[in-house]
T-cell receptor, first 115, second 118 residues
Framework: DTGVSQDPRHKITKRGQNVTFRCDPISEHNRLYWYRQTLGQGPEFLTYFQNEAQLEKSRLLSDRFSAERPKGSFSTLEIQRTEQGDSAMYLC?????????????FGQGTRLTVV | AQSVAQPEDQVNVAEGNPLTVKCTYSVSGNPYLFWYVQYPNRGLQFLLKYITGDNLVKGSYGFEAEFNKSQTSFHLKKPSALVSDSALYFCAVRDGPHNAGNNRKLIWGLGTSLAVNP
């Protein structure tokens, strides 16, 4: 499968615990995005990488959230001291460097439930 | 600021009938518009996009969308609905200045749930 891959697909954690999600983009894609989607809502932008550089971070991303893309390939999103309000689907997307308006390709998401 | 509105939370249509899922947008400059579909517990799948050119855009699975600049709309259409088309549909617009070339994050509507009844 050469699409965007996210791991794990589901995560249940207790409030206060830390969690980390991984995203493997399509191999030739240098742009990588994280979005969050809650029930009944459209995706909300969290952060954007071009290669290994994190170029934009949403105000939605509190200090408890951190994302990395150390080698410009896979990315991780960590949430520290999780809260119930963090429960959501976390979506990763990637897009290629060529063209001016190519579409983004999404992974299947990681569903986080904080209990 | 860019924004997208999907005025209908849910659309119901009988199988075989034409369907329309509505989307209106607000942008500064030329709009770059997208439609994605989401099946239960799945990620978002790209359907089609409008960048420039013909106002009628054809996409995956027999879907098409009509760009209407005067009405600032980009409605998704299909001539004959299938039960398997039942899903959540999202309209999105690309954010930011169009000459930036860097961040192409999308601004999304709230989604429209399409139910096709057999």
């Amino acid at each position: 499968d050469t699409g965007v891959s996210q791991d794990p697909r589901h995560k249940i954690t207790k409030r206060g615990q830390n969690v980390t999600f991984r995203c493997d983009p399509i191999s030739e894609h240098n742009r990588l995005y994280w979005y969050r989607q809650t029930l009944g809502q459209g995706p909300e932008f969290l952060t954007y990488f071009q290669n290994e550089a994190q170029l934009e971070k949403s105000r939605l991303l509190s200090d408890r959230f951190s994302a990395e893309r150390p080698k410009g390939s896979f990315s991780t999103l960590e949430i520290q001291r999780t809260e119930q309000g963090d429960s959501a689907m976390y979506l990763c997307a990637s897009s290629p460097p060529w063209g001016t308006n190519t579409e983004a390709f999404f992974g299947q998401g990681t569903r986080l439930t904080v209990v | 600021a860019q924004s997208v509105a999907q005025p209908e939370d849910q659309v119901n249509v009988a199988e075989g009938n034409p369907l329309t899922v509505k989307c209106t947008y607000s942008v500064s400059g030329n709009p770059y518009l997208f439609w994605y579909v989401q099946y239960p517990n799945r990620g978002l799948q790209f359907l089609l996009k409008y960048i420039t050119g013909d106002n009628l855009v054809k996409g995956s699975y027999g879907f098409e969308a009509e760009f209407n600049k005067s009405q600032t709309s980009f409605h998704l259409k299909k001539p004959s609905a299938l039960v398997s088309d039942s899903a959540l549909y999202f309209c999105a617009v690309r954010d930011g200045p169009h000459n930036a070339g860097n961040n192409r994050k999308l601004i999304w509507g709230l989604g429209t749930s399409l139910a096709v009844n057999p």
